[in-house]
C-alpha cells in the first residue's frame, strides 16, 4: 500500500493502542494458567494475532469479546506435529520455543520475512542442552522433546526476549531451575516487565544478582480480567510528532509509573529540547527548541527511528549509538532508517552500530520506502511533519504488525495553517 502524507507539522490527540510486549506474555501467561481469563486488549496486532493461534494450536481456546479475547488455558495438548505460524513476531517464536518444550511437544515453527535471519542461539543451544531436538528447514523450525534439569545460562546482551521466555517456561518444570545471566544486560526493562507479570500471576522467583531462582511445579494464576496497558513504543510516534509541532500533539492511555523500557522518550523528547506535560494518563509534547542529542540504544532499540526522525530536524549534530542488535530486526534498521531519511532529503550516514545524523531546519519530502519494517514506516510520518512537501510512502501497510490503526490515528491529526 503506498500512501500521500501531507508535509507539515501536526496537532491533536490520540490514544495509545495497547502495549505489544506486555501484552504477549500475558496471553501466554493465560494459556498456560490455572484458570480462564480475560485479557483486554483491543485490536489485534498481527505479532499478537500470531501468538494466539500459535498457542490455540497447543490447545488454548480464545474468544474474542467486546475489547479483548477471553482465554481458557492448555488443558491437553493435541497430537501429532502441531504447526505454530508465527509469522514475522521474533516475540512469539522466541516465547514460544521453550513452552513447547515444557508441553513435550512435535512442533513447526513457520516464519516469514526476515524471521528466519533474526538470531534464535544461545537460546536454542540451551534448550537442545536441556533435552529438545530442534532443526531448521528453511521457514520451518522442527522441534520435539521435553525439557528438564535445574541450571541454565544465557548472555545478557544477545535478547531480552530469551530471559524473559525462560523465567515464563521454568516455573512449569517438575523440579526447581537457577538461570545465571552472563556478561552485561541489554534491553532490561523487557526483562523488569516481564517479571512484573509473573508477579501479577503469582509465580514465585528470588533474583539475586545475575542469577534467578524458580520453584518449579508452578503455573500462572492471573486476574479473571486483566487490562493491558497504553504501548509506549506506539506512542512514543505521535509524541515525537508533538515536539514538531507549536500546537503540540497529546497521547491518552498511557502508564507514567509503567516499566516499559519506551517509556524513555520521555527522557529523549526532552533532551531534544521539546516541552512536556504529563498528567494522569495523558502526556502532552509541544515544540520549544530542537537541539542536536547523543541516543544511547542499548537498553531502547525500538526508538531508534523516531529518533533519527528527530535527529534529522534538530539543531546540530546528532549521534545513535550501540544499535548494533537493530540490523536483525524487521530489516537491517540501521541501514532503512538511514535510506528512508536520506530518501527525504536528511543529511545523515551510517555506522557500524549507530547513525550520525546533521540536522536540518526542514526536510524536502518526497518519495519512500518503509522497507516493510513497521517501525521504519511510523518514523516516516514523523519525519513528514518537518518536511516542506509531501511524503509518499511506499509498503505503509506493514504498520499491521503493531499497531493496525496507526494510519486512521495519524490521518485524525490535524494541520497547521
Known sequence: MTLDLPGGPRCGAVRAPVSKSAAHRYLICAALGAQSCEIRCGELSADLRATADCLAALGAAFIRSDGGVRIRPIRSVPGGELFLPCGESGSTLRFLLPVAGVLGVRAVFERRGRLGRRPLAPLT?????????????????????????????????????????????????????????????????????????????????????????????QRPALPQLVDVEGDWSSAAVFLAMGALSPEGVAVRGLSLDSLQADRAVLALLRAFGAELLEEADRVLVRQSSRRAFCFDASQTPDLVPVAAALGALADGETRIINAARLRAKESDRLRTTCAMLASLGAEIRELPDGLVIWGKSSLSGGAAESFADHRVAMAAAVAACGCTGNVRLRGADCVGKSYPRFWDDFGSLGGLA
Open 125 to 217: 543451544d540451551e534448550l537442545v542442552r536441556h533435552g529438545m531436538t530442534i532443526t531448521e528447514e528453511g521457514e520451518l523450525l522442527r522441534c520435539s522433546g521435553r525439557l528438564s534439569g535445574s541450571d541454565w545460562t544465557l548472555p545478557g546482551d544477545v535478547s531480552s526476549q530469551f530471559i524473559s521466555a525462560l523465567l515464563m517456561t521454568l516455573p512449569l518444570l517438575d523440579g526447581d531451575s537457577r538461570l545465571t545471566v552472563v556478561g552485561s544486560i541489554e534491553s532490561a526493562p523487557y526483562i523488569a516487565l516481564t517479571e512484573q507479570i509473573l508477579g501479577e500471576a503469582a509465580i514465585r522467583f528470588s533474583h539475586a544478582g545475575a542469577v534467578y531462582t524458580v520453584p518449579g511445579g
